[in-house]
């Protein structure tokens, strides 16, 4: 039987652990941006993005926490260096079409602020998640 390259058994070593990470990462990224010393968001708009979260998932939909994707990529070189790293290829994004009538207090700015906050999150999850993959390989290696 054929061996594959030691960056694809690398690969789906961690990518069998993707699942754990992120979990993990989205804990550690929420506690930080909005339980923290400094929110990225206020009170009200922080309860303001969970009742639009609770909303869509009633309306049959995903909501908005958990949504954001994120996979493990490499970077295509040829030297014995791994070089691997976390994208996040799904960022959640709150827009007026998909939310119910009724937020009259979601206007252009507080949308704008929503998103901006969601960007953030899902791109500090992606370097957590990086962290800790680079850890993984560290490990692995040695």
């Known amino acids: 039987m054929a061996e594959f390259p030691d960056e694809r058994q690398l690969v789906l070593r961690a990518r069998s652990q993707l699942d754990q990470w992120t979990r993990d990462a989205r804990r550690e990224a929420y506690v930080e941006l909005f339980e923290g010393d400094q929110p990225i968001l206020t009170e009200a708009e922080l309860r303001l993005l969970d009742a639009l979260d609770s909303e869509l998932e009633r309306e049959g939909g995903d909501g908005v926490w958990g949504t954001d994707q994120y996979g ?41 602020r929503l998103n901006a906050a ?14 800790v993959l680079d850890e993984f390989i560290d490990q692995t290696q040695h």
């Open 118 to 131: 969601l960007w953030r999150y899902s791109e500090r999850v992606a370097t957590l998640i990086e962290a």
């Open 72 to 112: 493990i990529h490499t970077a295509g070189t040829s030297s014995s260096d791994t070089s691997l790293g976390v994208v996040c290829v799904y960022h959640p994004q709150i827009t007026k079409d998909s939310v119910l009538r009724g937020y009259d207090e979601l206007d252009d700015e507080t949308e704008e």
